[in-house]
């Protein structure tokens, strides 16, 4: 199911002197999702991210869209545009100066490229702002402003650097839902780099998880939650307990891990804390080997059967929750 | 008493006094009697107090002060046009084409290696460098570039400038870099992303961006030009003259009430230079 719109990494690295920042990478971006490049700083997402829209050079290795390569052309040719970690709006300009400012560039003409800044700023909300400075806008509506700048050059694929770091938590999550929205909106690819997991699993059709310089695991952000490939996958994730059960090593969902009564299959383990966290009560555990676990136990069970730090206890699962981890 | 000086009034008011002091006595006072014996009256050997306009009707009514008032303008125009043409080159090289920050520092400290020496000496050792037989002429000659010395070289208004521009092209450098280093790169990136080429960048987002850091190396420029008056006396062998030079001659003859009527005309109009350009950039944002 390719489409001329996908954008294809083909053996893409990165060097900076003997420093590798992305080694060897090739993935297909297939046109119209929502991507997120997830991984620890200093993995390679934002080189990689940087190498798309143009703003690093492309050590070797090819980066194919719309057919052809456009690793050696300059950023407004690629069909990409980038919204900055920082947003990266002119200061001494007006947001519709802003968001028309690569049409400017291109010779339009006051009213056209006004109308088309307006156009896409009611389609972000900020039509009433038009004729503020970006500094008399709040985070959120700067974060508008910038997705408006980078949206007005129609590109194939967004480029998002972190867009959601500058804002706060509550804030993060709505923007979230609106990036979202807008993306199948206008039916672009959106790749969107991040350190968080819980943004990646909530917005991406595809995660691609990095470390290393490469490429861990991609898939759906369920298959990569549900089947974590490796225990570095499991642990970034998160809601995983790494077990290690006759030389193997398997991944646990926490949700999935359960107090049991002796006797049953399982681990005898002691209890360090418990963390009520609403629906569920996180109790952290300890077992043989000094390996620590966690089990998010549903509230009401929790509470009706209490159990306190200090307390041996059994955690159990179901044999089918278990799920073997390379290496 | 402890009470009194817990008022947050009070509190502010003693702490400003020490400025406000110091500048009363030594930038106000002052001031205010070179504006009071602007009026008074001179004879061949003494001064006396007076209220009278002698002094200005006098000085409105040269055509020599005209003329050195427009002379001093053009010193100042083409100073400021070549300092801030190479500052800007100069800061916008140190700003977005050094990379590292040391080499960066490395770089701008050599350009305050000249302020280490006294302005006159760098002033002076131009001469020995421009003067007829001196190391230009002669090496356009050996070149055969020229077969007569230049006489412009030096004693004109080539050297007045030159040196103008070489002692102060420094203070245009330092506001600038200063501007330039606060802008963010990612604006640059941003830019380039919507496809503006380098001089684009540099039209649309580099200048408007650094106009401040403009705005006050202007003013140091203008300011100390306007206000100069051995660069002028030194660098065209006492033939040209500027309000400065009207302004020490006359205190040379001990005409203390016209060079003070002199200094106060100046004093306005270098007021009202600064507030024009003032008009134009809003500085605060700087300071």
Redesign the interface.
Known sequence: MRSPNDLELVAVTKRYGDAVAVDNVSHLFAAGTYICLLGPSGCGKSSTLRMIAGHESVTDGAIILDGRDISKLPPAQRGTAMMFQSYALFPHMSVRDNVSFSLKLKGEDKASRHRKANEMLELVGMGHLADRLPDQLSGGQQQRAALARALITKPQVLLLDEPLSALDPFLRVKVREELKKIQRELGISFIHVTHGQDEALALADEIVLMNNAVIEQSGSARDVFNAPRSEFVARFLGGHNVVSLEGKRYALRSDRTRLVTPGDEGLDVSVTSHEFLGTHVAVNVIGPGDVELTAMVPEEQFYAAPVEPGDSVRIGWTAQDLHLLAG | MTKFLRLPDVRSWLLAMPVTLVLSFFLLLPLLMIVVVSFWGATEYSIYPAFQFDNYQFLFGSSVTYQVFLKTFMYTGITWATTLAIGFTIAYFLAFHVRSQTWQTAFFLLCTIPFWTSNIIRMISWIPFLGRHGLANETLIKLGLIKEPLEWLLYSDFAVILAFVHLYTLFMVVPIFNTMLRI?K??I????????SGL?ILT??II??TKPGIMIGSIFVVALVMGDFITVRFMSGSQAANVGRLISNDIGLLAYPSAAATSVVLLVTVILTISIMLRFVDIRKEL
């Open positions: 963010d990612s604006l990136e941003a830019a380039h992303d919507a496809g503006a684009q649309n987002i408007p961006l």
